[in-house]
């Protein structure tokens, strides 16, 4: 009987682990997703408009100087990932 209760909760243990891994996943996705997407409205932005008038649209609202940085940690990651791929992906 204490064998089987300890089993149960050794169980509900591992179901645990399990759901919270599933969650952190998404967690990790979802602000990924959310970084990106903003990235790309500020590339969009800058290419529709010119960079200069989204600049200064961001500095009127008082945004600039967190968009600066973000853009610029944002694209060292991305040439960080591409130099790793290119790096490790074999060439013919």
Known sequence: MVQSAL????????????????????????TTMGI???????????????AGTVDTA?????????VRPFEQGVDNVIATVVAIILTVTPTG
């Open 36 to 50: 990106a997407i903003a990235r790309a409205v500020i590339w969009i932005a800058k290419a529709v408009a010119s």
């Open 58 to 66: 961001l500095n009127l609202l008082g945004l600039g100087e967190y």
């Open 7 to 30: 089993w149960v909760a050794f169980r509900g243990v591992l179901a645990c682990v399990s759901t919270f891994r599933r969650r952190w996943r998404r967690v990790i996705a979802a």
